[in-house]
T-cell receptor, first 116, second 111 residues
Framework: GAVVSQHPSWVICKSGTSVKIECRSL??????MFWYRQFPKQSLMLMAT?????????EQGVEKDKFLINHASLTLSTLTVTSAHPEDSSFYIC????????????FGPGTRLTVL | QQQVKQSPQSLIVQKGGISIINCAYE??????FPWYQQFPGKGPALLIA?????SEKKEGRFTISFNKSAKQFSLHIMDSQPGDSATYFC??????????FGTGTRLKVLA
C-alpha cells in the first residue's frame, strides 16, 4: 500500500516552455502533498506544501509564479514549471502524507527535468 | 533549531558488517523520526520510523536506536549487503508538518 506515482519520469524541453508534472496517490487519499527538488548528491529541498482545495504554501526563496502547484483532488497534485530555463533542470520529487497518524510521507519515483 | 545533523557523509562497509548512521536534532517538538533509502534516479523509500516513546525499533535487518535525552537517533543495518548500497536520509517532523531532512549518507557495501 501507500504507492505514489509521478508522470512523466523524465522530460526534456526547450527554454521558455512550460512543463507539467503529475503526482498521484494510487491507493490512498492524500489531503497534503509535498514537492521537493533534489540536486545531484544533495538532500531533498522542500519547495512547497500542497493542500487539497487550497493554495499551496511555498518555502522561502521559491517563486510561486514560476512553480505553479495545483491540488485539485485528494489523489492528484500537479507542479507546473513555467517559462523553464536551464537552471530549472533538476530532479523533482513529490510525496503524499499517509499512515495511521497522517505523518508518514510516501514519495513518488521522481521526475528528471532537463531544460535545453 | 530546525536542523537535523547527519553523519557520516559517506560510509564504506564490508559485506556482512554493521552500518551505523547517526542523526541529531535540536527541536524537542519533533515527534516522528523516519529513515529513507534512496537509489540513484529514484525517489526515497521509507525504511523504518520511530516515535519518542520508544528507545528502539527493529524491522528485519534495520534497527533505529533513539536517545531522547541526547536528542539523537541512529540507523543500524545488520549483515549489510551490496544491495544496501544507497543514500540514506534521516528526517524529523512534528505532527503533519513538513519534514526536516538530514544531509544524507552515501553507503557502499563491498562484496
Amino acid at each position: 500500500g501507500a504507492v505514489v506515482s509521478q508522470h512523466p519520469s523524465w522530460v526534456i524541453c526547450k527554454s521558455g516552455t512550460s512543463v507539467k508534472i503529475e503526482c498521484r496517490s494510487l491507493d490512498f487519499q492524500a489531503t497534503t502533498m509535498f514537492w521537493y527538488r533534489q540536486f545531484p548528491k544533495q538532500s531533498l529541498m522542500l519547495m512547497a506544501t500542497s493542500n487539497e482545495g487550497s493554495k499551496a504554501t511555498y518555502e522561502q526563496g521559491v517563486e510561486k509564479d514560476k512553480f505553479l502547484i495545483n491540488h485539485a483532488s485528494l489523489t492528484l497534485s500537479t507542479l507546473t514549471v513555467t517559462s523553464a530555463h536551464p537552471e530549472d533542470s533538476s530532479f523533482y520529487i513529490c510525496s503524499a502524507l499517509a499512515g495511521t497518524s497522517g505523518d508518514t510521507q510516501y514519495f513518488g519515483p521522481g521526475t528528471r527535468l532537463t531544460v535545453l | 533549531q530546525q536542523q537535523v545533523k547527519q553523519s557520516p557523509q559517506s560510509l564504506i562497509v564490508q559485506k556482512g558488517g554493521i552500518s551505523i548512521i547517526n542523526c541529531a536534532y535540536e527541536n524537542t517538538a519533533f515527534d516522528y523520526f523516519p529513515w529513507y533509502q534512496q537509489f540513484p534516479g529514484k525517489g526515497p523509500a521509507l525504511l523504518i520510523a520511530i516515535r519518542p516513546d520508544v528507545s528502539e525499533k527493529k524491522e528485519g535487518r534495520f534497527t533505529i536506536s533513539f536517545n531522547k535525552s541526547a536528542k539523537q537517533f541512529s540507523l543500524h543495518i545488520m549483515d549489510s549487503q551490496p544491495g544496501d548500497s544507497a543514500t540514506y536520509f534521516c528526517a524529523a517532523s512534528h505532527g503533519t508538518y513538513k519534514y526536516i531532512f538530514g544531509t544524507g549518507t552515501r553507503l557502499k557495501v563491498l562484496a
